[in-house]
T-cell receptor
């Protein structure tokens, strides 16, 4: 069966520090991969998605970047965090096809102080 | 940027009541999904609708996709405390790789 791992679960970082959140998927090949950010109790904002290795689409220009160095690995990074980067970050994967469901990790709660 | 607006934003009802959540957009989607999310966890898929006018039932939940594939609704009959959560619609478009989420509806069902 397929599983998705996202870490860390919580993170407190000072303003100006770098960020690296990692997500890996097991049990499937060539998944579509996604990074979302969620404000408290609200909908999910799509940050990046990837349909293949080194193929990254950015949805919102901001202080973040994403990379996909391996088929089932998706990394969200920042060189210098801002206070506004605080939030709940979710990684997800899905198979190709419009009707395929998203499978989410358990998320990372990032607090920038 | 495609927007999916959900209404209401918040809903607090008593057990046994019925409710409807709406998901509206000016864009056409190739498919639309509904998810429910518990605090501190990722959303979990409830249903996928792909055909305009399609209706799907999942126990006490009824989902409908608009004829023009721009909107959807979720109706819950006889709500129970276990239905409490954040309900999210999400539309697939373009190459279908991109999935855009709605603004969310927080439902609380009390005894």
């Amino acid at each position: 069966s397929q599983t998705i791992h996202q870490w860390p679960a919580t993170l407190v970082q000072p303003v100006g520090s770098p960020l690296s959140l990692e997500c890996t998927v097991e049990g499937t090949s060539n998944p579509n991969l996604y990074w979302y950010r969620q404000a408290a109790g609200r909908g999910l904002q799509l940050l990046f998605y990837s349909i293949g290795i080194d193929q990254i689409s950015s949805e919102v220009p901001q202080n973040l970047s994403a990379s996909r160095p391996q088929d089932r690995q998706f990394i969200l990074s920042s060189k210098k965090l801002l206070l506004s980067d605080s939030g709940f970050y979710l990684c997800a994967w899905r198979s190709t096809g419009a009707a395929s469901p998203l499978h989410f990790g358990n998320g990372t709660r990032l607090t920038v102080t | 940027t495609q927007l999916l607006e959900q209404s209401p934003q918040f809903l607090s009802i008593q057990e046994g009541e019925n409710l409807t959540v709406y998901c509206n957009s000016s864009s056409v989607f190739s498919s639309l999904q509904w998810y429910r999310q518990e605090p501190g966890e990722g959303p979990v898929l409830l249903v996928t609708v792909v055909t305009g006018g399609e209706v799907k039932k999942l126990k006490r939940l009824t989902f409908q996709f608009g004829d023009a594939r721009k909107d959807s609704s979720l109706h819950i009959t006889a709500a129970q405390p276990g239905d409490t959560g954040l309900y999210l619609c999400a539309g697939a478009s373009g190459t279908a790789s991109k999935l855009t989420f709605g603004t969310g509806t927080r439902l609380q069902v009390t005894l």
